[in-house]
């Protein structure tokens, strides 16, 4: 059966033929939000691990992350080829140079095929662009910048400490760089955020010609500010069922061509609090496969028509 939205396996297939692995690093680094630069209190849902694997405090180097990680899953999965995901905290946060050598020691690990860099839209600057053109000549470069939603009291809400001005300059300096492809990360159910809000952060998405997604539910850690709320009643988790249905109505407004690096957040079991559902991975896809199938939904059903109208009418060219 063809999937009805166009997944990062099939994607990257498509590029290498076979099965290509993401390895999560922790490069040690910081972020903004945290150091006191512009909060020591992170966003609402992040811990001081900074969504990491805590791997870089226990003395392993980029090198040392990798290739532990290949180990394994050159057994579970049979890959032999990589991209070395620096998720971690903020990862275009540090001078150039030091920057350079955590990129450089990653791909210079036999079976490394690209770079993954997660990073805020407040904490890019042309130097960081212009060496990742630099190895999009020869790797493949995914930049990940975590925006959340498109409206500007949620990112208040949830204290981002950027706005959706940095977010579009973000887009606008990296698409100068034509082999950088863009992946944004969005947290459906935030609070005091309803479904059509959501929806309207994937048309906003739709008309920015970005390449990817990341889609997250939002969660409940330890350690946040988050869980006080939520120990207070102040915030509900989405159940499975609503979150199913935002994703089936979300999917139909992104591009067909835009591939969904994940459908739903992965959180580490031994830090969750809620919702506990989200552990059940493999149910959770089935289910959103499932429902698309049940309701005959596909990825950009609702705008690619609308996208391809308006990138040849003269029209909207003149605009
Ligand atoms: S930007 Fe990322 S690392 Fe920084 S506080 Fe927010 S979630 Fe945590």
């Keep these: 059966m063809a999937k009805r939205y166009y997944d990062f396996n099939t994607y990257l297939r498509s590029i290498y033929g076979e099965r290509v692995q993401k390895i999560t690093i922790d490069a040690g680094l910081t972020c903004p939000n945290r150091d006191g630069v512009l909060s020591t209190k992170g966003c609402i849902y992040c811990n001081k691990k900074g969504s990491g694997t805590g791997l870089w405090l226990e003395g392993l180097s980029v090198r040392e992350q990798i290739l532990r990680a290949q180990h394994s899953i050159q057994k579970r999965y049979k890959a032999q080829k990589f991209l070395a995901y620096f998720q971690s905290f903020t990862n275009t946060y540090a001078p150039l140079k030091t920057l350079q050598k955590l990129y450089e020691e990653a791909l210079s690990v036999e079976g490394v095929v690209g770079l993954c860099i997660g990073t805020r839209p407040d904490c890019i600057y042309p130097e960081v662009l212009d060496l990742l053109e630099n190895y999009a000549q020869n790797y493949l470069i995914w930049l990940e910048y975590g925006l959340q939603s498109f409206h500007e009291n949620s990112l208040q809400r949830i204290n981002r400490g950027h706005g959706i001005k940095e977010f579009l300059q973000a887009i606008e300096l990296t698409r100068l760089r034509k082999k950088i492809n863009i992946c944004t990360h969005i947290i459906l159910g935030l609070p005091g955020e309803k479904k059509s809000d959501m929806i309207a952060t994937a048309i906003e998405l739709s008309k920015l010609e970005t390449q990817g997604i990341k889609l997250h539910l939002l969660y409940v850690i330890k350690g946040t500010v988050l869980a006080e709320m939520y120990t207070r009643g102040e915030y509900r988790c989405l159940n499975r069922e609503e979150y199913i249905d935002i994703v089936c109505e979300f999917l139909q407004y992104l591009p067909s061509t835009m591939v969904i690096q994940r459908l739903i957040s992965d959180p580490h079991p031994e830090e969750l609090i809620a ?42 060219l003149s605009l």
């Design 275 to 316: 919702p506990s559902w989200i552990l059940e991975k493999t149910k959770n896809r089935q289910e959103i496969e499932k429902a698309l199938e049940e309701k005959n939904i596909k990825q950009g059903q609702k705008i690619d028509n609308f996208i391809s109208f308006q990138s040849t009418s003269p029209f909207f």
